[in-house]
């Protein structure tokens, strides 16, 4: 049997203490390498988890913002709802008050319009009122 004093090689010979320093020194430089490597990944990641935090922020603001927006048009589409119903209303009644002043008057809108149009084309004034009523 052998007796174990010291490392032995690959073939089983004794290993020289400038080998074994050097194999030490190698596995110290890849522990070094392996932990800078890991402190770079852990600074990248605390990087981007900042990063990510402001666009998450970001995205919330917009989000907000967003629904407000939303819910202006929606005032506003309600507003013009509103608008277009009076202004329904409005020409209903402005018509139904036409419809009375011409019968009233004996004459319609209509009759003024085209008495109109022709006074602006003749150099005589005429009255929109029919020619059986006094002026």
Same mark, same amino acid.
């Given at each position: 049997?052998?007796?174990?004093?010291?490392?032995?090689?690959?073939?089983?010979?004794?290993?020289?203490?400038?080998?074994?320093?050097?194999?030490?020194?190698?596995?110290?430089?890849? +522990?070094?390498?392996?932990?800078?490597?890991?402190?770079? @990944? /852990?600074?990248?990641?605390?990087? %981007?988890?900042? !990063? =990510?935090?402001?666009?998450?922020?970001?995205?919330?603001?917009?989000?907000?913002?967003?629904?407000?927006?939303?819910?202006?048009?929606?005032?506003?589409?309600?507003?013009?709802?509103?608008?277009?119903?009076?202004?329904?209303?409005?020409? +209903?009644?402005?018509?139904?008050?036409?419809?009375?002043? @011409? /019968?009233?008057?004996?004459?319609? %809108?209509?009759? !003024? =319009?085209?008495?109109?149009?022709?006074?602006?084309?003749?150099?005589?004034?005429?009255?929109?009122?029919?020619?059986?009523?006094?002026?």
């Amino acid at each position: 049997m052998q007796a174990m004093n010291g490392p032995t090689g690959t073939n089983g010979g004794m290993v020289s203490s400038q080998e074994i320093g050097r194999r030490v020194m190698d596995g110290l430089k890849a +522990v070094q390498q392996v932990e800078q490597e890991r402190d770079e @990944g /852990k600074a990248a990641i605390a990087k %981007l988890t900042v !990063e =990510l935090r402001g666009l998450q922020a970001e995205h919330d603001a917009l989000r907000i913002a967003f629904a407000r927006a939303q819910g202006e048009v929606e005032a506003y589409r309600y507003e013009r709802d509103q608008a277009v119903s009076k202004r329904a209303k409005a020409d +209903v009644l402005i018509e139904a008050v036409l419809t009375l002043l @011409g /019968k009233h008057h004996g004459t319609t %809108l209509a009759n !003024e =319009l085209d008495a109109a149009r022709v006074g602006a084309h003749d150099d005589t004034v005429t009255s929109p009122l029919p020619k059986d009523q006094p002026t």
